[in-house]
């Protein structure tokens, strides 16, 4: 029972959806009632005839067109009953409607359901063909969102290639970088501490050299200019000179070579350097070598000492020409250059302003298993004795780090070498050079001066030199001495050396200072400036001269500090 009542609550359910879908469908709807009330109502309007009849019949061919082949064979067979209804009511004889009417509604029947069935295909075909215009769309725009989405997946693998690459490029420079510092750290240890034992040479060398340069100039006051001892003085003196010069190339090597720096031009360096002795020595001697310069105008400066600059430049020319032994080129250039990232093949140069000055060869050009240890000290292929000491570049490169610098090398077998040096420029004016003194410039007149040295010939010709200059001077052995003869007198000037056994300058000078606050002092060692001097001068000590010195030397610092009022 049950069961029964919900069958039929389901097809009435399915009659009322099949209904309401015909209701709402006005495209079959409306020609439907159009055709069926033509069909009720032309007969009515006018008198029925075969050619009335005929056209009527027609109307089924309409229905199935337009509303398809289930309506057009509906409203066909409404339309045939209709028509016999019809002819009955005009009065015709049923034999003559089936005779003339029958054929011509069932033939319409026909065509109407023909026309319907080929407009429910032409209907199913539309629809198909939009269905598939919808799927081609569809399709067409997935298509584009795919073409979308691999342009987008592209351009970002684009992007990740192009980082990647950076990336390996930035950690390739880092570990380049890495490496090349490491190399420069280890040429630096191997300076360090060849210097070491360079400085300690250097400064017993200049103690005994003392004597030898400053004897000579002693005895030269004092003979006439005709005596036949003065030509064998000079020599020794001479001689001097040439040993100090080696004792500075083991200062340099130390890094304790630089005494006094200035503003400099290096086109000025290499305009004096073309016309001095050694350059001009050097040219006659390899005279198969042609010299360019090609120099900057309006370079800017830099800060370095003159001497220990044009050294360098005579260093690097001697190492070139060496390098040509059938002749060549050297050009010898300078240029002002800005750098923006941290560069350089050997040195490795960080961004600033430089002022760059590069000697080039045409020669041999050196082998690349040889280019890390060309600064090393001693470290040659050349014949020893043959080609001086073997120091060459290696006072260039301590020479070049003693003025903040950096150096870039590039070489090539066969082709030649070229040497840059940067520097860093400064606006400084250049100073104007002063005229040399004569020895009444510089001579005193009768102060008292204190000399303390641990070493006799220091204490010795030290006291001669300050003597001659008419100062009176007294000499103690240390800085123990020193304390005591001061507790009891007073002196003028202290000449103090630095370096000494026992209680060293520093020391001996912060007790003496307890003793007469503001004692004047000129400091002297074998040693470049050191901490210990730059402490001492902050304490109140005056100028630093450094040994050996010349009698204009000690009788100038002498003279300043003699006249500083205190």
């Keep these: 029972m049950g069961s029964r009542l919900k069958e039929k609550a389901i097809m009435d359910s399915q009659k009322t959806i099949w209904i309401n879908s015909i209701i709402s469908r006005p495209r ?30 027609l109307l089924p061919l309409v229905a199935g067109w337009l509303l398809g082949m289930r309506w057009g064979l509906l409203y066909g067979l409404l339309h045939c009953s209709t028509m016999m209804f019809l002819g009955r009511t005009a009065g015709r004889d049923l034999a003559e409607l089936f005779e003339n009417g029958i054929p011509a509604m069932l033939a319409c029947l026909l065509f109407a359901g023909i026309l319907g069935k080929m407009s429910d295909l032409t209907k199913k075909l ?30 970002e693998l684009t992007r990740s290639n192009v980082l990647l690459r950076e990336e390996i490029i930035e950690r ?14 280890k040429r630096a240890e191997k300076m360090e501490a060849v210097g070491i034992l360079a400085g300690s040479v250097a400064h017993d060398l200049n103690n005994i050299l003392t004597g030898i340069l400053s004897y000579p100039e002693l005895l030269l006051l004092d003979i006439p200019e005709d ?35 200035e503003a400099i031009n290096f086109n000025d360096i290499i305009s004096d350097f073309l016309i001095s002795p050694e350059y001009l020595k050097l040219n006659l001697y390899y005279s198969n070598i042609e010299i360019k310069t090609k120099l900057q105008p309006n370079l800017p400066n830099c800060i370095g000492s003159p001497v220990h600059l044009s050294k360098v430049i005579l260093n690097l020319m001697i190492n070139a020409m060496e390098a040509m032994k059938k002749g060549g080129q050297i050009i010898l250039s300078t240029e002002n250059i800005h750098i923006e990232i941290p560069t350089g093949h050997f040195d490795m ?19 690349k298993k040889y280019l890390d240890r060309i600064f090393e000290p001693f470290y040659s292929k050349k014949i020893m004795g043959k080609s001086g000491t073997g120091l060459g570049l290696a006072i260039v490169w301590g020479t070049v780090k003693d003025h903040t610098g950096f150096i870039d090398v590039q070489s090539t077998e066969g082709k030649g070498t070229a040497f840059t040096l940067y520097f860093p420029t400064t606006r400084d004016e250049i100073p104007i050079k002063e005229p040399e003194l004569v020895i009444n410039a510089y001579k005193g007149d009768g102060q008292s001066i204190l000399v303390i040295d641990d070493t006799k010939l220091q204490r010795e010709v030290c006291t001669k030199m300050l003597e001659k200059l008419g100062y009176n001077v007294s000499s ?25 056994t026992g209680m060293d300058g520093l020391e001996t000078y912060k007790r003496i200072i307890d003793i007469h606050p503001g004692q004047k002092a000129v400091i002297a060692s074998g040693y470049t400036e050191s901490e210990q001097v730059k402490e001492a001068q902050k304490l109140g000590a005056g100028m630093y001269i450094k040994k050996p010195y010349t009698l204009e030397i000690i009788g100038m610092a002498v003279k300043n500090e003699l006249s500083i009022n205190t």
């Design 227 to 261: 005596s036949p001892l003065r030509d064998p003085i000079l020599t020794i003196q001479k001689s001097g000179e040439r040993a100090a010069a080696v004792v500075q190339d083991l200062l340099t090597l130390a890094r304790r070579g630089i005494i006094n720096t």
């Design 476 to 500: 103690v052995s240390s800085g123990e001495n020193a304390i005591d003869y001061l507790k009891t007198n007073c002196v003028d000037l202290l000449i103090l050396d630095m370096i000494m």
């Design 28 to 57: 079959v709807m409306i020609p439907f009632f159009l055709i069926l009330t033509l069909s009720l109502f032309f007969p009515l309007l006018s008198r029925i005839n075969d050619g009335a009849f005929i056209l009527l019949n």
């Design 349 to 367: 140069i960080p961004p600033g302003e430089y002022v760059a000055m590069r000697i080039s060869d045409s020669g041999e050009g050196i082998p």
């Design 126 to 155: 539309k629809h198909e063909l939009k269905e598939r215009k919808l799927f081609q769309n569809e399709l067409q725009h997935y298509k584009d969102q795919l073409e979308e989405l691999v342009v987008e997946r592209t351009e």
């Design 172 to 185: 390739e420079k880092i570990e380049t970088e890495k490496l090349l510092l490491q190399a420069t750290l």
